[in-house]
């Protein structure tokens, strides 16, 4: 048994060694998981909304067509539609005296210039030419026959004897003062001519516009 052991002993001190090398040796590390990076998901996409609509305004009622002027009314289809009436022309001059005016120099056919025509009908040396001149400035409805007889005879002989009492300033040029002006309408002005005689009452004197003409004429005259 002693003989054995010596030469036992040198495989006991291997084995042991080895065994001592494999406790040392570290053990072998499972593989490492490979790692993935993380997959990148999609951001969600903002939700789009439609625009809402705006709110809608109340019907309104429906409202009656309303015929045109000169038109013929709705549902009558046949004939031509109504004419227009025509707007009369307005007067063409105006009416500027006033008060205290003295009237010298004027514009032919104005109102002014016919009550001046009037004095130069009524100053003028030969009677027959005064009075065509005096007719021509008359109205058309004072063109009637048998007023204008009456005017011829008696009228226009007494506007010739007292002539000279509506001249003002001088007594050669038919200068006349206004007292007073009265427009009645736009087609028809009384004007009221200064008298000068003592306590004498201003004298009027018509004017007419005559629409055929289209011109200011004499209505009724007391000059």
Known sequence: MANVFPKILPLLVTFALVACDKK?????????????APEAKPEPKPETKAPAEPAKA?????????????????????GDPAPIPAIPDPPVTAVSMTPGMIVR?????SPEWLIQQVLVASMEP???????????????DQKIENALISRRQLNYPASRRKVKLFLFEDPTKPYYKVDRVLEESPKLVRI???????????????LRYDDNLKKWRIGICSL
């Open 24 to 36: 040392a040796e570290p053990a072998p590390q499972p593989a490492a998981a490979e790692t993935k």
């Open 105 to 109: 120099e004027t514009k032919p056919d």
């Open 58 to 78: 109340p019907a309104e009622p429906a409202k009656a067509p309303v015929a045109d002027a000169g038109t013929a009314p709705s549902g009558d289809t046949g």
């Open 192 to 206: 009221f001519v200064h008298n000068n005689s003592e306590g004498g009452m201003p004298t009027p004197c018509e």
């Open 126 to 140: 030969d009677e027959a030419k005064g009075w065509e001149l005096f007719a021509s400035l008359l109205h058309e």
